[in-house]
Structure formats: C-alpha cells, structure tokens
C-alpha cells in the first residue's frame, strides 16, 4: 500500500488535514500562541513523517494540492477589501503610510538580519517577504528568487511571535484606536494577527485584515521592482 502514489497522496492529505482539524479545536478551547494550529500541525506531521521515514520531498509532492489552493486564497481577498471600501476611503492616508512604513521596516531589518548571519542569497530572499500573509509572500519570494516553501515557514514564524509580541505591546504603547492597534498586528504578524485582533475586538480585527491585504496586494506589485534593484546593486 505504501507504495502506491494514490494512496500516499490520500494517506498525508487526510493527515494534514486531520491534524489541523484537531489543532483547531485545541485552540479554542487553549488560546495561546503555542497552541496555534499553525505550529501545532507542522509538529504533529513532522513527528508522523519521521516515524514513517518519509522525505520533505515525497511529502509535498503528496500535498502539493493544498499549496496551489492558496491561488484561490489570494483572489478571495478582495472579498474583505470591498467590504471594508468604507473605512480605506475614511482612513486612506494613514493606511497606506502604515503599510508602507512597515513594508519598509520588515523588509530592512530582514535583509540586515540576513547580512549580519552571512546567509545565501536563495536564503535572503525567501525571508524578505516574512511579514506578509503566506499566498503573498510565496508569490514575491519566487520572484525574488528565493524559496516559496522557506518563505512560507519564515512567515508562520513572524506570525507566531509577532502576535504574541503584540498583545504585551498593548500594555505599553498608547494605541487608543481601533485603527492603530488592528493595524499593528495586520501589518507586524498578518493572518495569526488577524486572529488575535478579532479576540480584541471586532472593528480591530477588520482593520488587522484589511492591513494585511493592503500590505500584501502592496509587495506583489512592488516585487518586479525590488528584484530588479537587488539584483543590480547588493
């Protein structure tokens, strides 16, 4: 049985989705960072795969299915982008400012980050795009050049510690609208941002969203030219 594709690709498919089914109902019922389904499943089928001794490579040819359905993902996007239509004309300036400036700032600490571990190029562009949401991100780090499955583990990461990061930020930053703390977590830690937001509260939780298509829909279009720039002067 085990040697048959079909049934390979049925076996982890189904455990792929078994487990992040499971990882779901974990985390409502236990909300905390360690317990999100997007660290939670990547370690349950990790300790599955290396009981099996199957390879990364025979794993995502099983699965690849899943990866390509992040196409779709990325056009219903502009589902939350016309509900929303409202607040972008209200809140325009500060948006495209605040994605902007954090587009900016993540991509700069990144590359430094990359120059000051002395990491390969391949590496350095796979996690320039870390802090936009994985559909986005995999599409400008295959136009960088770089890696879209690293890229994908570098934005779950960024995600991960960047909401966890963000609720003790709260305590401390005087962010007294919705605007400014929805757009915190949108833009420092995308979808796992939303997420949080939307436990804050709902308007925050639409502005995380919204933040986060902006800076994503942002870097596609920007990424032919960025490429272009680091391939003629780093």
Do not use: K
Request: charged share 10%; glycine share 10%; net charge positive.
């Amino acid at each position: 049985m085990w040697t048959d594709p079909l049934l390979q690709g049925l076996f982890w498919s189904a455990a792929t989705i078994g487990f992040y089914a499971a990882a779901r109902q974990l985390f409502r019922r236990l909300p905390r960072w360690w317990a999100s389904p997007l660290l939670v499943t990547p370690l349950l089928l990790l300790v599955l795969a290396l009981c099996l001794h199957e390879r990364y490579s025979g794993y995502i040819q099983c699965t690849h299915w899943l990866i390509l359905m992040l196409g779709p993902a990325t056009v219903a996007f502009a589902v939350p982008i016309y509900e929303q239509r409202a607040v972008i004309r209200r809140q325009w300036p500060v948006l495209l400012v605040g994605v902007f400036a954090g587009s900016v700032i993540a991509m700069g600490t990144a590359w430094i980050l990359a120059d000051a571990l002395g990491l390969s190029a391949s590496m350095r562009m796979s996690l320039l795009p870390r802090s936009v949401s994985t559909p986005f991100a995999m599409t400008v780090s295959g136009d960088l050049g770089g890696s879209p499955e690293l890229t994908a583990m570098f934005v779950v990461l960024t995600g991960l510690i960047g909401a966890s990061l963000g609720q003790g930020l709260l305590q401390f930053l005087p962010l007294r609208t919705a605007v400014a703390r929805g757009a915190l977590f949108g833009m420092g830690a995308h979808g796992v941002g939303v997420a949080t937001a939307n436990r804050i509260g709902r308007e925050e939780g639409s502005i995380a969203g919204l933040v986060m298509i902006l800076a994503g829909l942002g870097n596609v279009l920007a990424a032919p030219a960025l490429a272009y720039l680091l391939r003629r002067y780093a």
